[in-house]
T-cell receptor
Framework: AQSVSQHNHHVILSEAASLELGCNYS??????LFWYVQYPGQHLQLLLK??????LVKGIKGFEAEFIKSKFSFNLRKPSVQWSDTAEYFC????????????FGKGTKLSVKP | DAGITQSPRYKITETGRQVTLMCHQT?????MFWYRQDLGHGLRLIYY???????DKGEVPDGYVVSRSKTENFPLTLESATRSQTSVYFC?????????????FGDGTRLSIL
């Protein structure tokens, strides 16, 4: 079965630290990849997406992600986090022919200490 | 731009009662989705709909019923609520997946079953 794995359940960082959140997806042919963020008490918002082309994708709020096909990975990065980045981050995959369904990872909670 | 609206935002009910969660979108998106979000599980797909009168099961459909008589509405019904259905429910919509569009999420409904 197709699946998405996020390695870290909870990450705690100080402000200005660099961030990298891991995401691996299972093989399934053509895949579209997404990172969503959920701030406390809010709905999911799209951070960035990868469909094809340049494997380094830049999103909103200074986030970026790199698609590494050989590793089935799509890790999220930010060079310097802020307290306002405290949120839960979800990696998701949409496999070609899957009717638009997103398969989500279990999420990584990021806590940034001021 | 109203986007996607869920109602109610909060609901408390008792075991065995029927409850319906509403979802309305103003974009005329073809695809609509219902997810539940539980600690440790991330988001799991309950049902989705590719168009009016077309629905299909997701990962966790048992105990739920959906309908899509109009493109803009996608209600989710718990016919006989159980405590295990206590969760946060998110509705989402997207344009045809072939256009590689992300899903847009509502604000969620927090449902507690006593």
């Amino acid at each position: 079965a197709q699946s998405v794995s996020q390695h870290n359940h909870h990450v705690i960082l100080s402000e200005a630290a660099s961030l990298e959140l891991g995401c691996n997806y299972s093989y399934g042919g053509t895949v579209n990849l997404f990172w969503y963020v959920q701030y406390p008490g809010q709905h999911l918002q799209l951070l960035l997406k990868y469909f094809s082309g340049d494997p380094l994708v830049k999103g909103i709020k200074g986030f970026e992600a790199e698609f590494i096909k050989s590793k089935f990975s799509f890790n999220l990065r930010k060079p310097s986090v802020q307290w306002s980045d405290t949120a839960e981050y979800f990696c998701a995959a949409n496999y070609g022919g899957s009717q638009g369904n997103l398969i989500f990872g279990k999420g990584t909670k990021l806590s940034v200490k001021p | 731009d109203a986007g996607i609206t869920q109602s109610p935002r909060y609901k408390i009910t008792e075991t065995g009662r029927q409850v319906t969660l509403m979802c309305h979108q103003t974009w005329s998106h073809s695809y609509m989705f219902w997810y539940r979000q539980d600690l440790g599980h991330g988001l799991r797909l309950i049902y989705y709909s590719a168009a009016a009168d077309i629905t299909d099961k997701g990962e966790v459909p048992d105990g739920y019923v959906v309908s899509r008589s109009k493109t803009e509405n996608f209600p989710l019904t718990l016919e006989s609520a159980t405590r295990s259905q206590t969760s946060v429910y998110f509705c989402a919509s997207s344009i045809l997946p072939g256009q590689n569009q992300p899903q847009h999420f509502g604000d969620g409904t927090r449902l507690s079953i006593l």
